[in-house]
Every structure is written in structure tokens, then in C-alpha cells.
């Protein structure tokens, strides 16, 4: 349902876009804002490959951020944020809260989406669009990013707005898994300063098999270490997500009890060792316990 959806693949067909003209712009981060009707608003984040590389090189560190202390509880007081991410969203912040002023007047379905790090601004901006909106607002916001890294720890996990965002993960693409402990990490990256970061929201993970979609941030977790693991290639590898959606739009995906190879009682876990077959991981090869 999801991959056939156009939500998705009208938020990608805007990212392209965008980026085809960052050359005749000066700005390190573009912002797009487009209406493709009366009811649908898409905002669109595409930092430069210059200002990506700038802000990777500050380092995968998690920092803390004050404006987004409305993300703290009591069983979680802290929240902190990837340095890489807030390096580029702290300049736009200003913008953004002329931005999130405005969109709060919309109605209609409103999608935030971005590649890379202009999913991880993505994701931050929704965070504060959310803050800011009350249960009567006619405009509430579904965040999609693709192949964007973690941008926070065990704070964001416990929002409870993680409904609000899908993040699509291809296997093939090394950002996507960049600050975990076995993934490229930034240099002045601690391992125990990796290992802080945990998933939020809802994740869609693609091979060339097909794609599985997960909830579990522990399992997220896992799977994001397995890929990171298995992913080929440097930093400079770009992953064309529009294709993937395509492959993925028109190819009937085969679920049934001969994936599972063995038999499970339990409904769920057979579900779920079902859904890791479908992009080619085998839960015993990476002491998945399920």
C-alpha cells in the first residue's frame, strides 16, 4: 500500500527538481514550497553537495539543542541532535519559523521531504512544525525522507509523533547508515557516542528484492547495523530512489510460508522473519532474535 501510494513518490519527484537548479542559486540549503493542488503542500530540502560535505565534516557527534527541549520528558530529560544536521538547519532557522507560521494557517495534506541531510532538516522541521500545532489544526504533516542518516537519540524514539514519519532506506546507500558503529562514521565520532543514536518513526527498507517496512526501533536498529555492514562504496555514491520506486511500484512481492524455512507458532515473529526475507536478510546469519 504504501509503495503504490503517490504520496511517495509525488514528495521524490520534487527532490530532483529542486537540485537541478542549486547551481544558479547561492544558498547552501534550498527550500522549496509547492502547491501541486488546492488541498496538497510540498516543502522540499536540498543542501549543496559543498554544504554536505562541510556539515559531515563537523563530525557525528550528538550535541544538545535547546529549542527542541519540547521534546523532553521525564523518563527522557535530554534530547540531543546529530552536530552534521543542526549545522545546516540552524542557519534556516528564522526562515523556518516564518515557514512553520504559514503553513499552520493551510488545510489539506502537507508532506516534508528531503534526500540525504535534506531529509534529516526535514525531520527537525516537522519536529518543530508539530510543536507548534494544536489538535483543531486542519493541516497536519507526514515527513518522508530518503536515505537520510539518524539524527538523534533515545528523546526522539519516545516522541509521540513518530506516525508522522516515513523514512525510506535502500540497502545500497551508505549515508543512510553513516553514524552507527559499524557504518562510516564521521571521524570525530565516538563509538559510544554512535551507539546513542536510535531510529524514530516508521521505516521502509528497499533491496533489490523488494522492501519490508518496519516500526520496532530495536529491530530498526539491528538492520540498520546489518546494512551498514554490507553497503559497497564510498560517501559519493548517490542512490536514485525515484527508480527504486519504480521497481518497487510494479513488482508483486511474494510473502508465504516458504519464505519462513522453518515453522513458527507465533503469527508475528513468522511475519516478521517473512518481511526480512523479502529484502534478502536472513535473521540467523545476523543473530536477528525475533
Not at 552534521?84 to 516534508?112: C, M, V, W
Not at 530518503?146 to 516522541?159: D, E, V
Request: net charge negative.
Amino acid at each position: 500500500m504504501l509503495v503504490t501510494s503517490n504520496l511517495i513518490e509525488a514528495a521524490w519527484a520534487k527532490i530532483p527538481e529542486l537540485q537541478r537548479g542549486q547551481s544558479a542559486l547561492p544558498s547552501s540549503v534550498q527550500t522549496m514550497v509547492d502547491h501541486p493542488t488546492p488541498k496538497c503542500t510540498i516543502v522540499v530540502f536540498a543542501p549543496s553537495p559543498d554544504s554536505t560535505q562541510d556539515a559531515l565534516s563537523q563530525g557525528g557527534d550528538l550535541v544538545p539543542y535547546p529549542k527542541f527541549d519540547f521534546l523532553c520528558t521525564k523518563g527522557c530529560p535530554s534530547v540531543s541532535i546529530n552536530r552534521a544536521a543542526l549545522t545546516l538547519f540552524t542557519p534556516l532557522y528564522d526562515h523556518l519559523s516564518g515557514l512553520k507560521d504559514e503553513l499552520n494557517k493551510r488545510e489539506g495534506q502537507l508532506i516534508i521531504t528531503g534526500q540525504s541531510l535534506g531529509g534529516s532538516i526535514a525531520s527537525l522541521f516537522t519536529l518543530f512544525l508539530l510543536s507548534s500545532m494544536d489538535k483543531e489544526s486542519k493541516c497536519r504533516p507526514i515527513c518522508i525522507t530518503f536515505g537520510s542518516p539518524l539524527i538523534g537519540n533515545f528523546g526522539l524514539q519516545h516522541s509521540h509523533w513518530n506516525s508522522f514519519f516515513l523514512h525510506l532506506v535502500s540497502d545500497k546507500d551508505p549515508l543512510s547508515t553513516l553514524f552507527l558503529p559499524s557504518g562510516r562514521s564521521a571521524p570525530t565520532s565516538s563509538h559510544s557516542q554512535a551507539t546513542a543514536y536510535k531510529p524514530f518513526g516508521t521505516y521502509l527498507l528497499c533491496s533489490e528484492l523488494g522492501c519490508a517496512c518496519f516500526d520496532d526501533p530495536d529491530l530498526i536498529l539491528k538492520l540498520l547495523t546489518v546494512a551498514s555492514s554490507e553497503v559497497a562504496g564510498g560517501l559519493q555514491v548517490v542512490v536514485d530512489y525515484g527508480e527504486i520506486l519504480r521497481n518497487l511500484k510494479y513488482r508483486a512481492i511474494c510473502k508465504g510460508p516458504r519464505l519462513v524455512g522453518e515453522r513458527l507458532t507465533d503469527p508475528f515473529s513468522a511475519g516478521i522473519v517473512m518481511e526480512l526475507k523479502t529484502i534478502g536478510i536472513d535473521p540467523a546469519k545476523y543473530n536477528i532474535d525475533i
